[in-house]
């Protein structure tokens, strides 16, 4: 151990000292008062020691507990970083409904714009597009502001469509024998449809085209197409089982297009699912169409959806709409399911009442006289 003896004009002078000579870990022993006989000034005597004996080393209990204390340290901070996140998530939530809000608020007051942009706002709530959803068309539509004009808000609207719906999937003439298989529950329109795509693809795209139906679950069901066909002059054959398939195909090979109707049975049997998967299977299906009704509710056209989705339909066909008042329950439907829409069926005339779908003949649906 190391001592020194300071003597300074003061305390605060003498603890100096000791830092300065001793450094800081130096260890004040004792002070007193002194007094300088010769000038008879009053001094302060401070005693310092300084430890130089080596530091022992910590032992592992004291590392331990060292660990422990930066781990309870860094779960705190992980805590707070958490709790932070979700501050922010909730600022960030609380934001998004304050701007829907205000959104909601905006387009509730429709007095304030042209009767036209009134006259839109309607046609989208009478076609039961959700109030949430029409809020967000029109929100869309506002923020290029086409003014009055029910053309220019209708080429607007048709922006916003094509980033969530898409029109494609129609049947074109090919070199090679094309195989599209229609399906749909019962009571979709699907037999009549199959017809007008055979006789359209017969007469515009001038083919050579072939009908066979699978469908004999529902009564009259294969004479109701022998009928059909037979009235548009165009070959057809009932198909019972795979068997019947492979045969057909291979008398038919030269065929440019072989339209198959499926099964129009409840949607839940499963029996009906595996006989049209081996359809599909079997004759490497070229085109996959989905038939569904118009007048469905958004609920019923994802459920129909979820069902047939396993059979991996390349399109919707849209029938009846002719049967039906309104198109916002499907256009929220469709968004969700997320497949092209390849026709529009709105009638019995078969070719007649068949249109290839597009973004024009969707919108105009909306403003149809009810």
Known sequence: MKIKKIIAKDLKEGKQKV???????????????IIDPKTNQEYYEIVAALDESPIPKKNPIEKIVLTETQHHKSNNEDKMLDITGKI???????SSKLNNIYEDIKYTYLGVYPDEFKKFHDSLI????????????????YKTYPGADIQAMKDEFKKVLSSQISFDKNIKKEKK?????LLGPTGS?????LVKLAILS????ESSVLILSADSYKVSGIEQMQTYSSIADIPFYPIYDLNDLKNILTKEYDRDIIFIDTIGKNQNDESNLKFSQDIITFCNATLIYLVLPANLTKKNYLGYYKHYKALKPDALILTKLDETKSIGQFYEAAKEINLPIAYFANGQKAPENIEQASYNYFIELFFKKK
């Open 88 to 94: 922010y998530d909730e600022i960030n939530s609380l």
């Open 189 to 193: 329109g699907k037999s009549l449809t």
């Open 202 to 205: 017969k007469l515009v795209l």
């Open 126 to 141: 009478d076609n039961e597009i959700s109030r949430e959803e029409a809020i967000r068309i029109l929100s869309e539509i």
């Open 19 to 33: 830092a300065l000579e001793l450094g800081d870990d130096a260890v004040i022993l004792s002070n007193r008062t």
């Open 177 to 181: 024998q094309q195989i599209v298989i």
